[in-house]
């Protein structure tokens, strides 16, 4: 859970200094290795930030990053 936490942070240094595809990057591999309902949060409020200054061929990344989000709480919900 430590280094999902790790990724979400450097995510969200790195989505403020405007290198967009590398926080999408790390939001992926953090949205992909946890089930836990509050990073899942984190993750889905910094990829809506992130499809929020999206230009027009790069929000699919950051919806990919929301859909998996979701789909793991609802699997964690699931369990």
Do not use: H
Not at 14 to 24: H, M, N, P, R
Request: aromatic content about 6%; overall charge positive; proline content about 1%.
């Amino acid at each position: 859970m430590a280094d999902v936490q790790q990724l979400i942070t450097n995510a969200r240094k790195v989505l403020a200094t405007g290198k967009d595809a590398e926080a999408a990057r790390l939001l992926t591999d953090a949205a992909y290795r946890t089930y836990d309902p509050e990073l899942e949060r984190q993750i889905r409020e910094l990829a809506s930030q992130g499809l929020d200054n999206a230009g027009r061929f790069s929000k699919r990344r950051w919806k990919e990053i929301i859909r998996v989000a979701d789909e793991r709480a609802g699997s964690s919900t699931n369990a």
